[in-house]
Structures are given as structure tokens and as C-alpha cells.
């Protein structure tokens, strides 16, 4: 599911990049963690929509990617 978040309630995240990415790199991926959810974005495009995943989807997907 993707959400374009707005609010004072996601301005607090702490987003983590990560170890993969560079910062003169092209492909740079954050990530913020909510108690119920795991949202990604992309770094270069911070304001855009944002994928909105369960912890459980999000270990899923990182399962997959790690493959």
C-alpha cells in the first residue's frame, strides 16, 4: 500500500538509510519505523509517496531482496 503522509505525526520520524546506499549514489532508500508500520521512500524524493508496510511484509521483503 502507498500513502502520501502529511501531518505533524510523520514529521518526527527518524528515517535510516541504507548501508547499501551512498551519498553520491543514485539509488538511495530510507526507511522509518512506526509502532505498527515500516514506511520507505525514496531519499532524493523525500515529499513523494511514501510504501507503507506491515513489520511482517517489510521482513518479507527483505527476505526477497536478500535472495
Do not use: Q
Not at 1 to 14: C, R, V
Amino acid at each position: 500500500m502507498s500513502i502520501k503522509p502529511s501531518g505533524e505525526s510523520l514529521s518526527a520520524l527518524t528515517w535510516v538509510r541504507s548501508t547499501y546506499s551512498t551519498n553520491d549514489g543514485p539509488n538511495c532508500v530510507e526507511v522509518a519505523h512506526t509502532p505498527g508500520t515500516v514506511l520507505v521512500r525514496d531519499s532524493k524524493r523525500p515529499e513523494d509517496t511514501r510504501l507503507t508496510l506491515t513489520p511482517r511484509a517489510w521482513i518479507g521483503f527483505v527476505d526477497f531482496a536478500a535472495a
